[in-house]
């Protein structure tokens, strides 16, 4: 697909200058590197969203693989995700196939639902994070964690619940910065993005992005991994 046919089949992703072009993003994350990605977690790894006119309707998972798929003839990938599984959930039913596939990168969403949960802990959650991301970062993967937009300050949530939810996904957000970083992996951190206070960022379940989102999430992914140097371990 050229420039010009993408830009006129999705003209307003193409004017979106918080996205990428497809073409752009290939050459970005050109470099030899990942050829085996697993897609690992909850409902934001399964891709939910609505689609919106005049932007591809791909998840963020779907764009990362289609980039690398474009410049790695050998390349391959799974997903592996379901909707509603908290960290310790996504670990038991997803672990061992995630391993079995012998990936070299997998994205990881992974923390949201925990944030929702009754009695919400946040050291309970970086042990989980942990159990999750080490296997697969000991195993040689690059492991990335996928940052959540600022969603609850939104103007999307009841104002008696909306503060709340925010400061638990707040520090959803730091565990998984620290976790995956204590492991060598990244984290592609979005809570900067100002765009993920825009409720017209999100589908009509008022929670998961929309096409737009997704399409931003992927050049926020792309930007952080062209990027990424792995640390070695003996510097960790």
Not at 37 to 57: C, H, T
Not at 162 to 179: P, S
């Amino acid at each position: 697909m050229t420039d010009l046919t993408f830009a006129r089949r999705y003209p307003a992703e193409a004017a979106d200058r918080d996205c990428l072009d497809p073409a752009f993003a290939q050459a970005l994350l050109d470099n030899g590197r990942w050829q085996r990605l697993v897609i690992l977690g909850d409902s934001v790894a399964a891709g939910v969203r609505d689609p919106l006119d005049g932007y591809r309707d791909l998840s963020m998972g779907e764009r990362l693989a289609e980039a690398l798929a474009a410049t790695r003839p050998e390349f391959r990938q799974r997903t592996l995700a379901q909707p509603f599984l908290r960290a310790a959930e996504i670990r038991e039913k997803f672990l061992p196939d995630a391993l079995a596939f012998e990936p070299d990168l997998v994205l990881v969403s992974a923390g949201a639902n925990d944030a929702f949960s009754r009695g919400f802990d946040a050291g309970r959650l970086t042990a989980e994070l942990d159990a999750l991301l080490r296997p697969l970062a000991s195993a040689g993967a690059t492991v990335a964690t996928i940052g959540l937009y600022d969603w609850a300050r939104s103007g999307l949530l009841p104002a008696e619940t909306a503060t709340q939810t925010a400061l638990n996904l707040d520090e959803v957000d730091v565990v998984q910065r620290y976790v995956v970083e204590d492991v060598g992996g990244i984290h592609l951190g979005a809570r900067q993005i100002a765009a993920g206070r825009d409720p017209a960022m999100y589908s009509a379940d008022g929670i998961h992005g929309n096409a737009r989102g997704h399409a931003i999430a992927f050049a926020n992914f792309v930007r952080h991994l062209s990027a990424y140097r792995a640390v070695p371990d003996w510097l960790r």
